[in-house]
């Protein structure tokens, strides 16, 4: 049995669970794959910079994140090196919220592209562990 969620303007059709468990992993998935904030939903404050390392909060609909990493533009690319990021839980702002946090920085900054490369895990299962590369380019539309 699949059971259809209305989102917006579209739907999604996802697997049978308990009734119970279907709400709760209907609405976390669907905000986190499918809902995308407007620019105007997230809010950027640079809570401390030393030289080229910067402490940023995020505020986003399902929460705050703070970031800090060591931060520099070269022409138009804004690049973020050993970044670590906390404050929310693992999974809640999906792909789709990390791209409404990039294109917020990316209109903030007034840059192309921004790479952020995280730093080195401290703690955990993956304690060493270095992240793959993010890299948010601006979006250009044909005829513009």
């Given amino acids: 049995m699949v059971v259809s969620i209305k989102l917006g303007e579209g739907r999604i059709a996802l697997p049978r669970r308990s009734n119970e468990s279907l709400e709760c992993y209907c609405y976390v998935y669907a905000n986190s794959v499918?809902?995308?904030w407007p620019a105007n939903e997230i809010t950027v404050e640079i809570v401390e910079a030393d030289g080229s390392v910067v402490i940023v909060d995020i505020a986003t609909p399902v929460g705050t994140l703070t970031l800090i990493g060591s931060g520099s533009i070269d022409?138009?690319?804004l690049r973020m090196d050993r970044v670590h990021v906390q404050g929310l839980e693992s999974g809640t702002l999906g792909r789709s919220g990390l791209n409404a946090i990039?294109?917020?920085?990316?209109?903030l900054a007034d840059v192309d592209q921004i790479i952020v490369q995280g730093?080195?895990?401290?703690t955990g299962r993956g304690?060493?562990?270095i992240p793959r590369t993010i890299r948010f380019p601006r979006q250009t539309h044909a005829g513009t």
Wanted: net charge positive; aromatic share 6%; charged share 30%.
């Fill in 119 to 122: 730093g080195a895990r401290t």
């Fill in 75 to 77: 022409g138009h690319i």
């Fill in 102 to 107: 990039g294109r917020k920085l990316l209109e």
């Fill in 127 to 129: 304690k060493g562990k």
């Fill in 34 to 36: 499918y809902i995308m």
